[in-house]
């Protein structure tokens, strides 16, 4: 329901009456095509929204080229026949469906629901307001999303970097971080953003590869790169693609005379003031929660923070203050894309839980007209070119690629698209199987990796099979790789779409397997995030099995005291623990450890083994992996060799022992990133900061008169963490920077120990007599999951993470259907992104359990009886076990091979490694493939 907005929710979990009022759109979406003839006659023109005002719509509009409904509105605000009635009115005069309908009125919904969902998102800081670094007043001055439109080819510059007030290329840009975050005085936004750092780095890569020779230039406080792979991405900005850093805090942003150019000064970090001149400056604008969300909640009769984000507890991330209506993304605090997915399920899980009694009672099947016969029909392609903006034709000549595929054989039909895989495209290619009659599809466009799966739907849509489709990856094969020379893969172009014609023209109809599910999960790892993630499942009314290697269930947990909002860990973990050995279908089996798995998706067995070594086997129908991290033990600053150099989690236990060395001392150093964003573990241990501040200032707090100092690299207490961060300096806990290259030493004189590092701010050497050193130590994978993963067979990346399926689409499952993962196996986490994953893992693991059976994948290895004489090749080089030997049966007495279709995930090792064609891949015959060998030769 879209142009509708929430006006009241009335009654209780299970039964709420959700008031909705829908705002008139002024088209009819039934009639409207999109076919744009309104837009192109409209003469009111107004700043474009989506383009963040660098370009404009008009007044009957559709906000993008891919909106769902891609179905036109007018805006009333603007519309010059609804401002004087009987003026204007082109669009209807237009409009040859018939589709404008300027009487339209609102209409008022009155839906009943068992639970709510909250995921109303963010709006943009808005820096002109508060007269930021010139931006309103100097055209050069622009905002992070404005620099997204203009380096994006449906922007209003087609991608192309020049600067507003002139039109002239951009040479030198300069991002300024924090604009709208981090700051109580020009905007009160006192927490942290969480996302800018990173969309800055990933706007000035994007730039440079825009603008060759582009100097780019980040001015930032701290450099908050905390999500997984993140760290990485920031070293190859700064090292490999040229994206220069500066630390500092930045004065002002004038205009240097009347070029446009723009002058900024800043202190840096020896203390000099400089100035430097650039075309552009970009503002990396904040998150925040606006006022019609504000007004959401009120509604909703929710709690918000003092930072007017949705109140929620740490173990349940999703939950709001009213019971039955639940929250997730942004609303609940800053965060990214992965995150907000993660909390997407998770919300997906919580309402679950509560709506289990009535699964099934509303549900309907996708339906799908009957399926054409075209076995014995002439081969008919019809060919798609997606444009894709710039990712596709900013560097293919796509019209070029358009006109070649008419000549190839068997072609009948083709037309280009400007986004195939929007919505209209596909009502589209659609109609145009029906109009043409077309029997085989070719879309050249993205990489099926990820896209496929859409545009088979569009061929079931058509009662076509779905496997009579072939992608050419024209963009990340080609456009991507060969932005250089447009010419070459232009020609690259026409030789992959050639080959996709020769392949899907010898294509024919397979049909999907259909494979029963045991309905049981399974969880490895008795930790915080396994617990949430079986008791959940449990909830829902599925049975668990619970695995722990050790003989208490809390994992990690059970050596933390606070989360970083100041719940009371012990007391939480307690309560989650009770449940979970209380719950009538979870069987929890500690002491044990996992030593054998085979199966696949819906038909798991997994052989567990006691302490004692006994063995038992465990029919399941999903995997959940949680489990956990151990903490590093680092080999620096006289770790084990001087007894009062300890790592965060002894001096916790100490502290809370009143130990007489903590007790009794007066100077406190912590030294962050011990073990992380190293060389051998470049990454951000993502709690060690917040972990560190919150105990310097409990230590604070016993004692005033302390010493507290913490040296750093970058303080990335993220989010609503930077609330403590404030604290801690107002309480005077001193933090000194200091960098990887000059790391601070420690070194025993007599009672004390004497803590060197460089101060930048004195910009001299600083000696720190010390009564402790408490090492903010890294999180690092379990011992065991190298090995799990490969029984498991999923894959770990170079630090021994779990590797999810796709880091943003698809962020808690495992590419191994029927496995998810959750918690710190997948990478370090606080314990309320912890329980959101493990939410999530369970959601993703019950759309599995809540079936009968699961469709898979047709793709698969088929033994051709008459060529297979049992030599076993295939058996041996079979990554999935998948190909066994057999009998024949016959009197002939040989070996035959037979596959496991369930487990088969279509690979083609045992097609490549056969020397008699005694087993193919479906899809992927001989015949098709040497056609496409014959078509890629072919001049």
């Known amino acids: 329901m879209t142009l509708s907005e929430v006006t009241g929710i009335a009654g209780d979990a299970g039964n709420f009456t959700v008031t909705v009022k829908e705002a008139p759109r002024y088209v009819d979406m039934e009639k409207c095509i999109a076919c744009g003839a309104c837009t192109e006659k409209c003469p009111k023109k107004v700043d474009s929204e989506y383009d963040a005002a660098t370009g404009k719509r008009k007044a009957i509009f559709v906000k993008y080229a891919q909106a769902v409904p891609l179905k036109y509105q007018i805006d009333a605000e603007n519309c010059i026949r609804l401002k004087k009635p009987g003026a204007c009115g082109f669009c209807e005069k237009v409009c040859d469906a018939g589709a404008i309908n300027f009487n339209d009125t609102e209409k008022i919904h009155s839906i009943n629901v068992g639970a709510v969902i909250l995921s109303p998102g963010f709006e943009a800081y808005d820096p002109k307001p508060a007269q930021v670094w010139g931006y309103g007043d100097f055209p050069n001055v622009i905002t992070s999303l404005q620099l997204e439109r203009y380096l994006s080819a449906s922007g209003p510059t087609e991608g192309h970097l020049v600067r507003p007030s002139d039109g002239k290329p951009v040479n030198k840009v300069a991002f300024l971080q924090c604009v709208g975050s981090r700051d109580e005085n020009l905007c009160n936004n006192g927490y942290c953003s969480s996302v800018c750092c990173m969309y800055a780095i990933k706007e000035a890569v994007i730039a440079k590869d825009h603008v060759p020779g582009l100097a780019t230039s980040i001015f930032y406080m701290d450099m908050r790169t905390h999500g997984k792979e993140f760290d990485r991405y920031m070293d190859r900005a700064k090292n490999e693609v040229g994206v220069r850093f500066v630390r500092c805090k930045v004065n002002g942003v004038e205009p240097a005379g009347s070029t446009g150019d723009l002058r900024i000064s800043y202190v840096n970090e020896q203390g000099r003031q400089l100035e430097e001149y650039y075309d552009l400056v970009v503002l990396s604008v904040g998150l925040q929660t606006s006022k019609e969300t504000m007004a959401l909640a009120d509604i909703a009769g929710i709690s918000l923070t003092a930072d007017k984000f949705a109140a929620t ?26 995150q907000s997915v993660v909390e997407g399920s998770a919300a997906a899980a919580a309402v679950s839980e509560v709506l289990a009694p009535a699964r099934h009672q509303l549900s309907t099947e996708a339906t799908f007209p009957e399926e054409l016969d075209v076995a014995n029909e002439d081969p008919r392609l019809g060919v798609f070119v997606c444009h894709c903006g710039s990712n596709i034709a900013g560097v293919v000549d796509v019209a070029a690629v358009e006109e070649y595929a008419k000549s190839l054989p068997n072609v009948v039909y083709v037309e280009r698209n400007l986004f195939s895989c929007s919505q209209d495209t596909q009502d589209m290619i659609v109609k145009r199987i029906r109009e043409q009659k077309l029997n085989r599809i070719v879309i050249a ?11 088979r739907e569009t061929l079931k849509a058509a009662g076509l099979n779905e496997y009579l489709v072939e992608m050419a990856n024209i963009r990340n094969q080609n456009a991507w790789v060969h932005s250089d020379t447009p010419a070459m893969a232009t020609a690259k172009a026409k030789d992959l779409v050639r080959m996709a014609a020769a392949k899907v023209t010898y294509g ?6 259909s494979v029963p599910i045991t309905q049981k999960g399974l969880v490895i790892g008795g930790g915080v995030a396994g617990m949430t993630a079986a008791l959940n499942m449990a909830e829902q009314g599925f049975d668990v099995h619970l695995i722990e290697r050790t003989d208490v269930l809390g994992g990690n947990a059970l050596h933390l005291k606070h989360t970083w909002s100041g719940e009371h860990i012990p007391g939480r973990l307690g309560k989650l623990i009770d449940k979970v050995i209380w719950n009538e279908r979870i069987v929890i089996h500690k002491q044990h450890e996992v030593v054998g798995v085979e199966g696949f998706v819906g038909n798991f067995r997994t052989t567990i083994r006691s302490r004692e070594g006994q063995t038992a086997t465990i029919e399941h129908g999903v995997t959940v992996v949680a489990t956990g991290g ?4 680092p080999d620096e600053y006289g770790y084990r060799r001087l007894k009062k150099v300890v790592n965060s989690i002894e001096f916790d236990k100490l502290h809370e022992l009143k130990e007489k060395h903590v007790s009794s001392a007066n100077t406190f150093v912590f030294i962050q990133c011990v073990g992380s964003r190293e060389e051998d573990a470049m990454y951000c241990s993502k709690v060690c900061c917040t972990h560190s501040v919150q105990t310097a200032i409990r230590l604070k707090k016993e004692d005033p008169k302390r010493n507290i100092f913490i040296l750093f690299r970058d303080m990335r207490t993220y989010g609503q963490r930077e609330a403590l961060y404030r604290q801690a300096r107002k309480m005077g806990i001193i933090f000194i920077n200091y960098e990887l290259h000059g790391k601070p030493t420690v070194t025993e004189n007599g009672q004390v120990l004497d803590v060197e590092v460089w101060d930048h701010v004195l910009h001299r050497p600083l000696k720190i007599v010390a009564d402790m050193v408490i090492l903010a130590s890294a999180i690092r994978p379990k011992d065991n999951a190298k090995d799990l993963a490969k029984m498991l067979k999923v894959p770990v990346d170079g630090d021994g993470f779990f590797i999810e399926a796709h880091a943003k689409l698809r962020p808690v499952d495992f590419s191994t259907d029927g496995m998810f993962v959750a918690g710190l196996a997948h990478y370090p986490k606080p314990m309320e992104e912890s329980v959101a994953q493990a939410l999530a893992a369970s959601s993703r693991a019950a759309t599995l359990l809540s079936k009968m059976a699961v469709s898979l994948d047709a793709i698969k290895a ?25 009998d024949r049966g016959d009197e002939s007495g040989g070996k035959i091979v037979a596959v496991n279709v369930a487990k088969c995930k279509g690979c083609g090792l045992c097609m490549g490694t056969c020397p008699k064609r005694g087993v193919y891949v479906a899809g992927f015959t001989m015949k098709q493939i040497s056609s496409q060998i014959q078509a890629a030769l072919a001049v």
């Open 313 to 338: 507890s740490d173990f349940a991330p999703v939950t709001t203050s009213r019971e039955g209506i639940f929250t997730c993304g942004t609303f609940s605090g800053p965060k990214d894309i992965p």
């Open 445 to 455: 466009a993205c990489t099926p990796r990820t896209h496929e799966p859409l545009f």
């Open 508 to 513: 024919t109809s397979l049909k999907n397997i």
């Open 630 to 633: 151990s903490i590093y033990s």
């Open 862 to 886: 088929i033994v051709d009886e008459k060529n297979c004489d049992g030599c076993a090749l295939c058996v041996d080089v079979c990554p999935y076990k998948a190909i066994t030997l057999m």
